[in-house]
């Protein structure tokens, strides 16, 4: 949801047209999403003893921002190279 939030607040249509700037933003907004997903997860979810034992839930939320910038540095690289291909937002339809 943090992610929709902030990708629809930049308009996705206009992410499509400045590739270097949206590349930057999407990556960005993809790593802090799934840090904040991850400190709820350590913070409600997590047994407190074994959260400990990992350090705490920035930690927790730390491992989550890792895979946020590894998926987000995919789904960028997949936007680009779709990009380059000459598909656009808006051809493809489910």
């Known amino acids: 949801m943090v992610f929709d939030a902030f990708v629809g607040f930049a308009v996705y249509r206009r992410l499509f047209e400045r590739r270097r700037l949206s590349s930057i933003f999407l990556l ?7 840090a904040i997903v991850g ?6 979810l997590m047994d407190p003893v074994i959260l400990q034992r990992w350090g705490g ?3 927790w939320a730390g491992l989550y921002a890792a ?3 590894i998926g987000g540095t995919l789904g960028v690289l997949l936007i680009n190279l ?3 291909r000459g598909i656009k ?4 339809e489910g």
């Open 39 to 44: 400190l709820i997860i350590g913070m409600f």
């Open 28 to 34: 960005e907004v993809s790593t802090f999403s799934a």
């Open 82 to 84: 779709l990009a380059k």
């Open 89 to 92: 937002a808006g051809q493809i």
């Open 57 to 59: 839930a920035l930690v």
């Open 67 to 69: 895979g946020g910038v």
